[in-house]
Structures are given as C-alpha cells and as structure tokens.
C-alpha cells in the first residue's frame, strides 16, 4: 500500500515538473544532438554530487526505495562485495553485519564518491563491513575473475554508455555460485502512460540528473551473459528488483 502510495506521490512529483526546465532544455538540444546519446551527460553527476542526496532522499523514501534497498542487501549479500555506480554510498547503512566481510565501492565520479567517503569516515573504526572507495570504470573492471562473492548495481544501468558491457563485467568478477544484484529503473511494460512519459523527458532528465530513466531492462539483461533467477517490478513496471548469478 505505501509502495502504491509512494508511486502516486513520484508521478505527481514528475509530472508537474518546472515547465521552463522544458523549454531550457529544448533550447540547449539545438546545439546537442542528445544530452541521452551524449557521453558527457555523466559530468553532471560532478555537479549534482553535494546535494543528491537531499534530492533524492525524499522521493526514494516516499517510493519505499530505502525498503527495497534493505531487502535486497539483508537477504542476498553475502562475504566479500563490490559495488558498482556506487555514487554517493546510499547502500551503506544497509549491508548486514552479520553476513558481509568487506564492500568495495566504486565509481566514475570522484565527487560523488567524496560525499561516499565522508559517510564511510562517519562509521566506527571497527565498523562491519569494512568500506573503501575506488574511483574506476564499471565498464572496465580492473579486478580478476571471480573476485567477489557478491557484485551489486542500483540505479546505476541508466547512467553508463554501455550498460550491456557493465553487465558483462560484473558477471566475470563474481565468483561462481555467488550473486549480482540490480535494483534498477527502466521503462514499463504495463503503464504505456508512464513509459511515454518517460520518453517525452528524457533528454530533459538526462540534462538534469545524467540518467537515462527509459531503457529497456528486459533487453540489457536478455543480452547480458547473467542468469537471472527472479525480478521483481514495483512502481507501476518502472523499478526492477533482480536476483541474478553468473
């Protein structure tokens, strides 16, 4: 029920968007071809990083994203973890002490990954799990096969140029037997109202935030090397929960 009513909550929010925000960005795509086919759109991730976090606190706690998040992380990770996309470490309150060892974070921006830092510096000395941060490719992992026990991705697909390949890379760096969990958002498949929604403003949320929010996640995964052994949808088709392994 507070899912649905979160849901509700975000599509008001969206949609009742600053009209003007509309027309800069119509005005800035005359010299752009697109700010979603853009690879510089990820730059404004450099600008956003000190206030993400109150942005987007506010709408993912309405969403019951923060419910989501725990669930995923409580339930499935497990030993040694890399996070990728980690921005600004929103997962870290929620890895379990009691069955994490260690999480490595990375990410392509080292703003984002300063606000991580500091939340990682708040924790006790001899906090479990262990944190460290790394700024790094996602798509050009310098870690070996079979690394990690547990690889995790959320809401990081809609930012990369190439999220298949990020796929494929968190698949080669999780051991056998061990788990890649997404939590992601993507196009609906059942509300055509809210996917053509999405793809009238994308490049205006592309402009705004550096995410693509109207991929195709059926067709990232479908072309990606991973097994996936559950996904789960919420918010009218839009947020995807996904239990995969290599």
């Not at 600008?47 to 942005?55: K, P």
């Not at 030993?79 to 980690?86: D, I, S």
């Not at 991705?153 to 760096?173: A, H, I, K, W």
Request: glycine residues 6%.
């Amino acid at each position: 029920f507070f899912l649905y009513i979160g849901s509700c909550y975000y599509a008001y929010n969206s949609m009742k968007a600053n009209q003007q925000d509309v027309h800069d960005t119509q005005h800035r795509l005359r010299d752009v071809a697109s700010f979603v086919d853009n690879p510089k759109r990820n730059e404004q991730y450099q600008h956003v990083a000190e206030f993400y976090d109150a942005q987007i606190g506010r709408d993912e706690l309405a969403m019951g994203i923060n419910l989501l998040r725990r669930s995923l992380l409580y339930f499935h990770a497990k030993g040694t973890v890399l996070e990728v996309g980690a921005g600004t470490g929103r997962n870290l309150s929620y890895y379990p002490k009691s069955t994490v060892d260690r999480v490595v974070l990375i990410d392509s921006s080292d703003q984002m990954l300063l606000q991580a830092r500091k939340k990682v510096a708040e924790t006790a000395a001899q906090a479990k799990p262990k944190f460290a941060c790394l700024q790094a490719d996602s798509s050009e992992l310098s870690f070996p096969n079979d690394s990690f026990d547990t690889v995790v991705d959320t809401f990081g697909l809609c930012s990369y140029d190439d999220p298949v390949q990020v796929l494929n890379e968190m698949e080669r760096v999780c051991k056998p037997g061990g788990k890649v969990l997404l939590l992601e958002h993507g196009r609906s498949k059942t509300w055509d109202f809210i996917t053509q929604y999405l793809d009238k403003h994308a490049e205006r949320h592309a402009k705004n935030w550096g995410c693509v929010w109207n991929r195709d996640l059926d067709r990232l995964l479908e072309k990606s090397n991973l097994v996936v052994d559950k996904v789960d949808t919420w918010h009218f088709g839009t947020t995807y929960y996904v239990i995969a392994r290599a």
